[in-house]
């Protein structure tokens, strides 16, 4: 009986997470057009096909997990690879959608998901996700074949995610004279790519003098600045350049006065990171008295500042589900699922 409310409270967990993520998909595609627009938004719907995916494997919801999958690959060829979207198109997600959430539904019924409607959601569902993939793929080539010839460099989606990830790091090591004049440079690396497109151009000297001015700190500048460089460089790169333009709150971090990003030469700030995480449970398990990757695991979590606790997991899967049950909350069981479901893949 206490498996059973174990087992029942978990697949609850699970089923209450799957419908939130539901949700952002749903909205996400009734106006596919406008969610494409914005990148956060095209990142929402990547992720939570990815949650769902992920819980899914980790529950052994073989049709889920498939079916999400197939969304989560098609999301993100979809942000890499932006296109004028048509009604067919948005039928087409919609109907593996649907097919998602059929089943996700199925696991409250009294019956549960059953193997026999699992498989026959999986066989009806491909042709969809097989027209989807025809159609979206049509798109992409005719998007590229009426797109004007381009003086980008054969690497440049190489080179702006390069400068991009550099960035990030820059900011995460926290606010010195150093850190932003490296910061301003690889500004100036990523305006040679199309010296030619002026709002590029402009949207990166934008972003350069705003990390030049003193006062603006890395805590507000950092999102702000990869987030507008990204959207900018996407545009750039799908021959779009025409739309790019520096938003209002990156202007007002721009000095008055500065007509060049220069060099600059104030005292360093208290070191700030991005989002500090909250701090969580890592857990220091062992299975039947043998460690499993604890040392790794524990110097992690040393550096992190995570506090930790020593729990004994059974070698067989269920007394392992039911010792991380019995010993973690809600939020930490999510947490641990998340990082099981990167670590396998």
């Known amino acids: 009986m206490v498996q059973s409310t174990k087992q029942q409270q978990i697949l609850g967990y699970f089923i209450e997470e799957a419908k939130e993520h ?22 929402q719907l990547f992720r939570a096909a990815h949650s769902v995916k992920g819980g899914a494997a980790m529950l052994g919801f073989d049709s889920i997990q498939k079916i999400s999958h197939h969304l989560e690959d098609y999301f993100k060829i979809l942000k890499e690879n932006p296109v004028k979207i048509d009604r067919k198109l948005e039928d087409h997600f919609l109907k593996g959608f649907d097919a998602l959430k059929a089943l996700i ?27 989807l993939g025809k159609h979206l793929n049509g798109l992409i080539q005719s998007e590229a074949a009426s797109a004007p010839a381009s003086t980008l460099p054969a690497n440049a989606v190489a080179q702006v995610n390069n400068i991009l990830k550099l960035m990030l790091q820059l900011f995460k090591q926290g606010d010195t004279p150093k850190g932003r004049q490296q910061l301003m440079t690889l500004c100036v690396k990523l305006a040679q790519l199309d010296k030619t497109s002026q709002p590029w ?34 545009l750039l790169l799908t021959g779009r350049a025409s739309e790019i333009l520096p938003s209002h709150a990156l202007q007002k971090f721009v000095g008055a006065g500065q007509a060049a990003a220069p060099a600059v030469k104030a005292a360093p700030a208290p070191a700030t990171t991005l989002a500090p995480a909250p701090a969580t449970v890592a857990p220091n398990v062992s299975s039947n008295g043998v460690s499993g990757n604890g040392a790794s695991n524990g110097a992690g979590a040393a550096a992190a500042g995570v506090r930790q606790r020593q729990i004994s997991i059974p070698a067989d899967p269920k007394g392992a589900a039911r010792a991380l049950l019995d010993q973690f909350n809600k939020g930490e069981l999510i947490q641990i699922a998340e990082f099981l479901m990167k670590a396998i893949q």
């Open 22 to 43: 539901l949700d952002t998909i749903e909205q996400g595609l009734l106006n596919l057009q406008a969610t494409m627009a914005d990148a956060e938004e095209m990142n």
């Open 105 to 131: 539904e199925a696991l409250q019924s009294p019956f549960g998901l059953r193997p026999e409607d699992a498989d026959r959601a999986l066989r009806d569902s491909a042709p969809a996700f097989a027209a």
């Open 201 to 234: 151009v402009l949207t990166v000297q934008t972003a350069q003098r705003a990390i030049a001015n003193p006062n603006a700190s890395f805590a507000h500048l950092a999102p702000l600045i990869i987030k507008e460089l990204k959207q900018a460089s996407d």
